[in-house]
């Protein structure tokens, strides 16, 4: 295992301890440090950005040919740290614990060491694990803000205001689908220079709210919460082949959410980002495509047509199939069998 000592904060220093170790060099244009990692140890790269105000991104993407830890022991106090893991895994642990924390693909974590101690990250040798560190020192970003924090939840009021770093903190959980379409935005920005450092920036402010109210959202009950995890995109994408394999006999919306493991908003935020409308209206479009192949491809009749696609009569089939084609079903189908025999 390659163990790295990171005894300083400010993100150029960090760098600096970072090449050092893997015997290599960084480079820096407009504020942003670029360290690319030696091939001897392995490929990828780790970037990092401090902003006014006490934010700051730490970048890393790698994969190592040995374990590494990355072990930031400066005897101050440490930056409050959100992690994200978009692949891979991290394991952390606080200096001087042996509880290891493991952060999985789509799970991030908030952590904040007490008093002077600090953070131990480590990397599996042969895996790609890419994360997102966004830095927080808490007594430069109070002075920034200038703003009270008094609506914002008790746990994260006390983390916030706790600029001497008297208490231990560690929270884990999933990250939302708008701080994964964040991730990808960082990712693939193609701007250099001032141009990057300003919409980094911006999305370090995003990112902070975004993560604000997710934690907010995580403080609820289950099946009240309304903010789309991306580690739940799966069952909405499940959810979806239920209501075609099931269109005959669906329940309702809730007892669908219900099936995949969701609450209701959730659901309706998933089909919302994936397929741009509501549940029903999948539902719906679902239901019309099916009575539209059954109307041109089969002989069945359209109580039969009815009944095969979940509607309580033929009268409201004809209502909605003609709403959307403009013609009744008999009619459509007519009009398709005229069209074939004058093509014979």
Known sequence: MIAIKVNSLPIGEVMSDISKAFDTTFSVSCGEYLLNIPAEFGEGNIKGVNFDGGMGIIQYDCL?????????????????KFLYCLEGQLRHRFEGS???????????????????????????????????SLEITRNVFQNKI?????????????????????????????????LADLFREMQSFKGKDLIKRLFLEGKAFQMLTEQILLYEDDSIDFSKRSILRRSEIKQVEIAANLIKKQISELSNVSDIASDVGLSPYKLQEGFQNLYGTTVNQYIQKVRLDLIKDLVLNTEFSMSEIADMSGLSSKSYLSKIFKEEYGKSPSDYRKNFLDILHKKK
Do not use: R
């Not at 703003?147 to 990250?175: P, R, S, V």
């Open 146 to 178: 200038n703003c009270e924090l008094i609506t914002m939840n008790i746990d994260l009021q006390n983390l916030f205001n706790d600029i001497k770093a008297k208490k231990l903190f560690y929270h884990e959980g999933y990250y939302s689908l708008k």
């Open 64 to 80: 190592f040919n040995q374990d590494v830890e990355f072990q930031f022991t400066v005897d101050e106090v440490h930056p409050l």
């Open 98 to 132: 042996e509880e290891v924390h493991e952060i999985d693909q789509y799970q991030e974590a908030i952590v904040s060491s007490d008093f002077f101690s600090g953070h131990i990250l480590a990397f599996q040798a042969h895996m790609k694990t890419v994360i997102n």
